[in-house]
Nanobody, 124 residues
Framework: QVQLIESGGGLVPAGGSLRLSCVAS????????MGWFRQAPGKEREFVAA????????DYAESVKGRFTISRDNAKNTVYLQMNSLKPEATAVYYC?????????????????WGQGTQVTVSS
């Protein structure tokens, strides 16, 4: 498995922006497709965005399309999530995940490595 560490969370007013980062170690980063998920208090973990091993394909949850952008830098072993026009309902712990499927995977159970999460709070 690959080890993942997220950063970049914080408190932001509604309409603001944040960029999350996730650094991977332990395995060849380019073997993995990557995803971002989030979990709000009392709710199940849900898919946010995914990117294929080479960045050629991406996928997004409908609720974030047009506002969030996932990208990766294989030379830096890092995946990013740029979040713009944030809404209070985006408040959650955001998790980075890795899968050996290599394509942009949207299913939570397709991922076998997870970070510990970073808190994002959007104030209204």
């Amino acid at each position: 498995q690959v080890q993942l560490i997220e950063s970049g969370g914080g408190l932001v007013p509604a309409g603001g922006s944040l960029r999350l980062s996730c650094v991977a170690s332990g395995r060849t980063f380019s073997w993995y497709a990557m995803g971002w998920f989030r979990q709000a208090p009392g709710k199940e973990r849900e898919f946010v965005a995914a990117i294929s091993w080479n960045g050629g394909n991406t996928d997004y949850a409908e609720s974030v399309k047009g506002r969030f952008t996932i990208s990766r830098d294989n030379a830096k072993n890092t995946v990013y999530l740029q979040m713009n026009s944030l809404k209070p309902e985006a408040t959650a712990v955001y998790y980075c995940a890795a899968t050996r499927t290599r394509s942009a995977a949207t299913g939570l159970y397709e991922y076998d490595s997870w970070g510990q999460g970073t808190q994002v709070t959007v104030s209204s």
